[in-house]
């Protein structure tokens, strides 16, 4: 069946750091693959979406580039910020059913 | 503003009680959802509906039952058969073609 894999937390960085959280799935066919972040306390945003190969979504900094060869759909962030400390969870979408998450990755921001 | 509203915030249930959250969308979405969250975890589908009427089991429905007799409306019922209830659920919809999911703010539930 489908699944998303995520790197396991915490991730604990300095302020203006460098960011990447690995995502990488399964699935057949060819899945939309999304991006989403989650604030103490509160539902999933979506920051940014990529629906087929080689597409880059983006969206306040962060980047994710749909890799098919690789199955891979990593986070990154060129300088964090306090106000990123949330959890990201990556997730895919064969358009048959539902969402399938990752289990999510705690980013720690310290100033 | 569109947007999904689940209520309440915070529920707590009692031994044997049924409780139902709420999820109300007025973006004109014909997809909801409903999930489950348990700290440390990805997100568990407990149910969908594509279209009024009509719902389908996820992959962990055993103790929970919905509702579609709105397009706007997706109650969940957490029935005293579900013995570990306690946990984040968030509600979803989306729209047709590769619209994003857009998510509630959450019930939490606890077990007094």
């Known amino acids: 069946g489908d699944s998303v894999t995520q790197m396991e937390g915490p991730v604990t960085l300095s302020e203006e750091a460098f960011l990447t959280i690995n995502c990488t799935y399964t699935?057949?066919?060819?899945?939309?693959l999304f991006w989403y972040v989650q604030y103490p306390g509160e539902g999933l945003q979506l920051l940014l979406k990529a629906t087929k190969a080689d597409d880059k979504g983006s969206n306040k900094g962060f980047e994710a580039t749909y890799r098919k060869e690789t199955t891979s759909f990593h986070l990154e962030k060129g300088s964090v910020q306090v106000s990123d400390s949330a959890v990201y969870f990556c997730?895919?979408?064969?358009?048959?059913?539902?969402?399938?998450f990752g289990s999510g990755t705690r980013l720690q921001v310290q100033p | 503003d569109g947007g999904i509203t689940q209520s309440p915030k915070y529920l707590f249930r009692k031994e044997g009680q049924n409780v139902t959250l709420s999820c109300e969308q007025n973006l004109n979405h014909d997809a909801m959802y409903w999930y489950r969250q348990d700290p440390g975890q990805g997100l568990r589908l407990i149910y969908y509906?594509?279209?009024?009427?009509?719902?389908q089991k996820g992959d962990i429905a055993e103790g929970y039952s919905v509702s579609r007799e709105k397009k706007e409306s997706f109650p969940l019922t957490v029935t005293s058969a579900q013995k570990n209830p306690t946990a984040f659920y968030l509600c979803?919809?989306?729209?047709?073609?590769?619209?994003?999911?857009?998510f509630g703010d959450g019930t939490r539930l606890s077990i007094l």
């Open positions: 979803a919809s989306s729209g047709t073609g590769d619209q994003p999911q857009h």
């Open positions: 509906s594509q279209i009024v009427n009509d719902f």
């Open positions: 699935a057949t066919g060819y899945p939309s």
């Open positions: 997730a895919l979408d064969t358009g048959r059913r539902a969402l399938t």
